[in-house]
């Protein structure tokens, strides 16, 4: 019963390829994250939803889609692959109703691979 | 924009011994989080600090957050083997939807 669940753990592919990371979370959270974590381990925010809704999207190019079919998920699509794009990529969930003091939890990272 | 510093970057420590992490924001943010990474692994929450004041702690583990100098500290206490990994100290940019993470806090206890 993982709570914050992401699919596949490990993506090897090549330059120019478009792929697709997915993530559920069964915490009951309204608002989802995606976040980059970078060969120097430094982590920053790509984008929240909440309710399904686009509230932060922090200058990520236009390959990046994210995707909220329903609160509980948020997928990540990503076009034309290029070398910088390989990182870990993590899902986490929160409440943000009434400015909850919940922290965000987050999922296990895709381990993303540009060869 | 918003920085997070840490300090130190990298800490190599003794068993037993006790040390603290820095960690500067650089804006007003009433919510300040402490996380914990093991190589390879996920980001496990430690602390959530949301007043000035707030002092909080987990076994060998203590934080406490000054609003005003905009400063928190994890202070490690007798240090053991487990406590090896990475701290980040992270800081609420977007009133709950985005957070700010420092560049994270590499120990290792030795012994």
């Known amino acids: 019963d993982t709570a914050v669940s992401q699919t596949p753990k490990y993506l090897v592919t090549q330059m120019g390829n478009d792929k697709s990371i997915k993530c559920e979370q069964n915490l009951g959270h309204d608002t989802m994250y995606w976040y980059k974590q970078d060969s120097k381990k430094f982590l920053k925010i790509m984008f929240s939803y909440n309710n399904k809704e686009l509230i932060i999207n922090e200058t990520v190019p236009n390959r990046f889609s994210p995707k909220s079919p329903d609160k509980a998920h948020l997928n990540l699509h990503i076009n034309s692959l290029e070398l910088g794009d390989s990182a870990v990529y993590f899902c986490?969930?929160?409440?943000?109703?009434?400015?909850?003091?919940?922290?965000?939890?987050f999922g296990d990272g895709t381990r993303l691979s540009i060869l | 924009e918003l920085k997070v510093e840490q300090n130190p970057l990298f800490l190599s420590m003794q068993e037993g011994k006790n040390y603290t992490i820095y960690c500067n924001y650089s804006t007003t943010s009433d919510r300040l989080y402490w996380y914990r990474q093991d190589p390879g692994k996920s980001l496990e929450s430690l602390f959530v600090l949301l007043s000035n004041g707030a002092v909080k702690q987990e076994g060998r583990l203590m934080a406490s957050l000054d609003t005003k100098a905009r400063l928190s500290t994890l202070h490690i206490t007798a240090a053991v083997h487990d406590l090896s990994a990475t701290y980040f100290c992270?800081?609420?940019?977007?009133?709950?939807?985005?957070?700010?993470f420092g560049k994270g806090t590499s120990l290792l206890v030795t012994p």
């Open positions: 992270a800081v609420d940019i977007a009133s709950g939807y985005a957070l700010n």
């Open positions: 986490a969930s929160s409440n943000t109703r009434g400015l909850s003091n919940q922290p965000q939890h």
